[in-house]
């Protein structure tokens, strides 16, 4: 028999990842679906006499408010996913999130009551953050204390390219709409649709994750009495700091990758370049599918080849594809279609970002460690990205694309640290054993 740690997967891992891939790609779509949706909502939710901008800013910074929030709901659900069970927690949180989606369908407008209309929006997406803040390092601890050690690179890769089908379920919806209804319905009712389907989404999601069971790891932590004696949250920040400073960066290149990339790109193609709705939405579901591939391929390499071999290359191929993806926004079709392929793909890369965290924290901590170092910098980076890629505009039509840039340098920097530091951990080791 193969040991534990180098077996193949077999048909209960693979049954609980792809509900926990499913149930994770349904509170996904519920997260962001707000979005591809921004252009009506800001007309909608705001007075109509201010200035084009700055409707978009505020309609962004509600968008934000979802980042910001998720660190307080991480850490509350994460601090009792790491003394009572990953799994009450990582049910809890779809519930959450299924909840404040459905009421957001239900909303009046500013036309109808006014000012309390995006008072009502921005509290709603704050419950939204904070169920996301649990959700996504949940979902990674969960499947990566399930299955064999050589498998949780190609299982965390899996996980977050099912996550991010929330968006290619989201781009999908976004584009059947617009393409199907015109402006006027979009704006009576056509809007409301999608977060209808986003409460229904979750409530499925929470009935599949029923029949999830436990990780192996918390099981064995609970049996052995070796569950944290600290408060997780204060041994993460008095023993594991350079595993948090490094697990933020990581998030850092992640949020630039998905809000700027995939989630912004359809809106600030419209607003640039004056493309259709259809068309940019189109494509933006193709490079999409090719996210959720790239996310897969780069877990099975880092099983191959190591995380940080895979991390430089793929940074490299980041910065060269999503360059070009925004130099040739303004070509023809096909050129978008082909560009925001590539860009899409390239993406691929944060399927590398959740194997390196689980690897930054021991198990007494895991779930902690994580969640407070990626729902951090995603309420910082993730949360500022839209206003501060918008208000660069003013200045330069390229700002998404050198901000992209800028974080794959970052990446292909983690990737020589991490690389030398594994080396120099494996001397250290060699001598170790030597004395």
Known sequence: MQPENTRRLNLQDYKTLSLAALGGALEFYDFIIFIFFANVIGQLFFPADIPDWLRQVQTFGIFAAGY???????????????????????????????????????????????????????????????????????????????????????????????????????????TVMNTHLSVGQMSAWGWRIPFFLGGAFGLVALYLRRWLHETPVFQQMQQQKTLSALLPLKAVILNHQRS???????????????????????ALLQ????????????????????????????????????????LIVGSVLLAAASWSFFQAATLSAGWLYSAYAAAGLSVGVVGVVPFIMVGQFPAAVRFTGISFSYNVAYAIFGGLTPMVVSLSM??????????????????????????????????????????
Request: glycine content about 10%; some cysteine; charged content about 10%.
């Open 68 to 174: 910001l929030a998720r660190p307080l709901g991480g850490l509350i659900m994460a601090h009792f996913g790491d003394s009572q069970g990953r799994k009450k927690m990582f049910n809890l949180s779809i519930l959450l999130m299924a909840l404040p989606t459905l009421a957001m369908g239900m909303l009046p407008d500013y036309a109808s009551i006014g000012i309390s209309a995006p008072i009502l929006l921005l509290l709603l997406r704050i419950l939204q953050g904070a169920a996301i803040g649990g959700e996504v390092p949940g979902a990674w601890v969960f499947v990566a204390e399930h299955v064999p050690e050589k498998r949780i690179g190609f299982a965390c890769g899996t996980l977050t390219a099912g996550l991010t089908a929330g968006i290619l379920l989201g781009s999908v919806v976004a």
């Open 244 to 266: 948090v400073i490094i697990a933020m960066l990581l998030t850092w290149l992640l949020s630039a990758c998905i809000v700027v990339v995939l989630l912004m790109a359809p």
């Open 271 to 310: 607003k640039l370049y004056g493309l259709p709705a259809a068309l940019t939405l189109k494509a933006n579901t193709l490079a999409t599918i090719m996210l959720l591939m790239g996310c897969i391929i780069a877990g099975a390499l880092v099983d191959r080849f190591g995380a940080p071999k895979v």
């Open 394 to 435: 003013r200045v330069t039509p390229l700002a998404p694309a050198w901000y992209v840039l800028a974080l794959s340098v970052l990446g292909l920097l983690l990737g020589i640290y991490l690389r030398r530091d594994a080396g120099n951990r494996r001397l250290a080791s060699r001598l170790d054993s030597l004395s």
